[in-house]
């Protein structure tokens, strides 16, 4: 049971994570790659059609474990070993340990954000612009804010007996598919200044999510067996209560993209533009944004579990194979009926909202300097919180290749450096480059997304056809 928490704590906030491309969403020429980020984007790509064929984002970060002296790249290969009293790794040093940060609090979040076919397009109606999208979209997130660290004792309290105070802590991850639509038109012109209005409709299509709220201060009590060093953890005075949906299929060990719930939901965004007519580029880029308005009903499994005394070495030997299997084992072993701790089966996640604020400063012919201020704004109880990001980039854009560099703060604290190059259909890049391939003392954050798009007809620049119908 420790082997699979532990796994779970790496796996989760190590290896399936993702961010959305900042730096590239600021390309002029990303198009329908960047309407995630902003629905205004597509209106100022210079083609009048843009493909995306597939794009992937994934993105490494939190502050509550870490793999010592490795990098990304390196993890394929690693003997990766985790610190146990029991097999007397204590975590004080070497190479290729997985420990625990020594802090009271730790949070991670974790999201992978794959874009599919997806296209977009100009059109001219009554001599004003509109761009059209239709994307498709694959979304997994999830987070733990400010969760208690108790794994960090696992190499540094050999007392005998340990109480331990485990505090509320709130938890919940979703996995779910869009389908979706996106228009962009211009609401205000004069010579200098414009405002353009932009909006997503989505259909959400649900296959897995898990919520977990404990609402009590639960009591820890952990015994180390003097002879082996083992340890047993009984846990008491807990009131959780807990919701999962999974499209995974147990019995045939596959998973089936299966609906367990649907929903819509929305981003809108609005942006102005100080325009430049002798260079046809804007001077000034300023863009307010919220995404990800609404949630996903399930269909599912909720479940309530209230305090009793629940020894966690219970669970060893037993064959737990779904989520189902787990709540069933657990509720047997604290009422003395598997299905007691089963309340319904009906509930529903709120999409990660958050507020985007983007400004863009053309410097020179092509080149940009761009900032963005991503903050989280979750609406329902169980809404996804997604994480906290300023950043600042410097990029060049140009038709067939594009390229810049950044820095960020995660959270607001952890920095990060980036960057990106566009050439042709290709775009690859990564917020947080170094890890990738650069040992780090503690590894515990790491970006990378690449995408490939094609831009079927030529360059249209409709400034230059309707200059001459311009209020100059």
Same mark, same amino acid.
């Given at each position: 049971?420790?082997?699979?928490?532990?796994?779970?704590?790496?796996?989760?906030?190590?290896?399936?994570?993702?961010?959305?491309?900042?730096?590239?969403? #600021?390309?002029?020429?990303?198009?329908?790659?960047?309407?995630?980020?902003?629905?205004?984007?597509?209106?100022?790509?210079?083609?009048?059609?843009?493909?995306?064929?597939?794009?992937?984002?994934?993105?490494?970060?939190?502050?509550?474990?870490?793999?010592?002296?490795? %990098?990304?790249?390196?993890?394929?290969?690693?003997?990766i070993k985790s610190v146990s009293l029991k097999d007397k790794v204590m975590?004080?040093?070497?190479? #290729?340990?997985?420990?625990?940060?020594?802090?009271?609090?730790?949070?991670?979040?974790f999201s992978s954000d794959v874009l599919g076919p997806s296209v977009s397009w100009s059109?001219?109606?009554?001599?004003?612009?509109?761009?059209?999208?239709?994307?498709?979209?694959?979304?997994?997130?999830?987070?733990?804010?400010?969760?208690?660290?108790?794994?960090?004792?696992?190499?540094?309290?050999?007392?005998?007996?340990?109480?331990?105070?485990?505090?509320?802590?709130?938890?919940?991850?979703?996995?779910?598919?869009?389908?979706?639509?996106?228009?962009?038109?211009?609401?205000?012109? #004069?010579?200098?200044?414009?405002?353009?209005?932009?909006?997503?409709?989505?259909?959400?299509?649900?296959?897995?999510?898990?919520?977990?709220?404990?609402?009590?201060?639960?009591?820890?009590?952990?015994?180390?067996?003097?002879?082996?060093?083992?340890?047993?953890?009984?846990?008491?005075?807990?009131?959780?209560?807990?919701?999962?949906?999974?499209?995974?299929?147990?019995?045939?060990?596959?998973?089936?993209?299966?609906?367990?719930?649907?929903?819509?939901?929305?981003?809108?965004?609005?942006? $102005?533009?100080?325009?430049?007519?002798?260079?046809?580029? $804007?001077?000034?880029?300023?863009?307010?944004?919220?995404?990800? !308005?609404?949630?996903?009903?399930?269909?599912?499994? #909720?479940?309530?579990?209230?305090?009793?005394?629940?020894?966690?070495?219970?669970?060893?030997?037993?064959?737990?194979?779904?989520?189902?299997?787990?709540?069933?084992?657990?509720?047997?072993? !604290?009422?003395?009926?598997?299905?007691?701790?089963?309340?319904?089966?009906?509930?529903?996640?709120?999409?990660?909202?958050?507020?985007?604020?983007?400004?863009?400063?053309?410097?020179?012919?092509?080149?940009?300097?761009?900032?963005?201020?991503?903050?989280?704004?979750?609406?329902?109880?169980?809404?996804?919180?997604?994480?906290?990001?300023?950043?600042?980039?410097?990029?060049?854009?140009?038709?067939?290749?594009?390229?810049?560099? %950044?820095?960020?703060?995660?959270?607001?604290?952890?920095?990060?450096?980036?960057?990106?190059? /566009?050439?042709?259909?290709?775009?690859?890049?990564?917020?947080?480059?170094?890890?990738?391939?650069?040992?780090?003392?503690?590894?515990?954050?790491?970006?990378?997304?690449?995408?490939?798009?094609?831009?079927?007809?030529?360059?249209?620049?409709?400034?230059?056809?309707?200059?001459?119908?311009? /209020?100059?």
């Open positions: 049971m420790k082997m699979i928490l532990r796994s779970f704590l790496l796996i989760f906030p190590l290896l399936t994570s993702a961010q959305d491309a900042v730096i590239f969403s #600021n390309d002029k020429y990303s198009g329908i790659s960047g309407v995630g980020f902003s629905p205004t984007q597509p209106f100022f790509n210079p083609n009048s059609w843009d493909v995306n064929i597939v794009a992937e984002d994934i993105f490494i970060q939190n502050n509550y474990t870490y793999v010592s002296n490795l %990098s990304i790249i390196g993890l394929a290969n690693a003997d975590g004080t040093s070497g190479a #290729n340990l997985q420990d625990y940060y020594n802090r009271n609090k730790g949070t991670y979040h059109a001219d109606i009554n001599q004003k612009k509109y761009t059209f999208g239709i994307f498709t979209r694959v979304r997994t997130q999830g987070s733990a804010i400010g969760i208690d660290n108790y794994a960090r004792l696992n190499n540094t309290n050999t007392d005998a007996i340990h109480l331990y105070n485990f505090r509320p802590f709130k938890t919940n991850f979703m996995n779910w598919g869009e389908v979706s639509v996106n228009v962009a038109t211009q609401i205000f012109q #004069n010579k200098e200044n414009r405002l353009v209005l932009g909006g997503n409709l989505k259909y959400e299509i649900g296959y897995d999510a898990m919520n977990i709220n404990n609402r009590k201060t639960a009591t820890l009590r952990r015994t180390v067996n003097s002879t082996d060093l083992s340890t047993d953890t009984e846990m008491s005075n807990y009131g959780i209560e807990a919701s999962y949906a999974t499209a995974y299929d147990p019995v045939n060990k596959k998973y089936d993209f299966k609906p367990n719930g649907r929903g819509f939901g929305a981003d809108v965004g609005l942006t $102005y533009v100080k325009w430049n007519y002798r260079m046809e580029d $804007y001077d000034l880029k300023v863009s307010f944004t919220v995404l990800d !308005i609404g949630y996903i009903n399930y269909k599912g499994e #909720n479940h309530r579990l209230n305090g009793r005394p629940f020894d966690f070495n219970s669970l060893s030997g037993k064959k737990i194979n779904s989520p189902q299997d787990l709540f069933r084992t657990v509720s047997q072993e !604290i009422y003395g009926n598997p299905d007691a701790s089963m309340t319904g089966t009906n509930f529903s996640i709120g999409l990660p909202t958050s507020i985007h604020i983007n400004a863009s400063k053309r410097i020179m012919d092509n080149h940009y300097l761009n900032f963005d201020l991503v903050q989280r704004a979750p609406i329902f109880e169980n809404s996804l919180r997604r994480s906290n990001i300023a950043n600042v980039s410097y990029s060049v854009q140009k038709k067939l290749i594009g390229y810049g560099a %950044s820095v960020s703060l995660y959270e607001f604290r952890a920095m990060q450096c980036g960057a990106y190059l /566009r050439l042709a259909p290709l775009i690859i890049g990564s917020e947080n480059f170094f890890p990738l391939f650069f040992k780090q003392d503690k590894l515990h954050s790491a970006d990378i997304y690449i995408g490939i798009k094609i831009y079927p007809f030529g360059e249209k620049n409709p400034d230059r056809i309707r200059k001459s119908n311009c /209020r100059c």
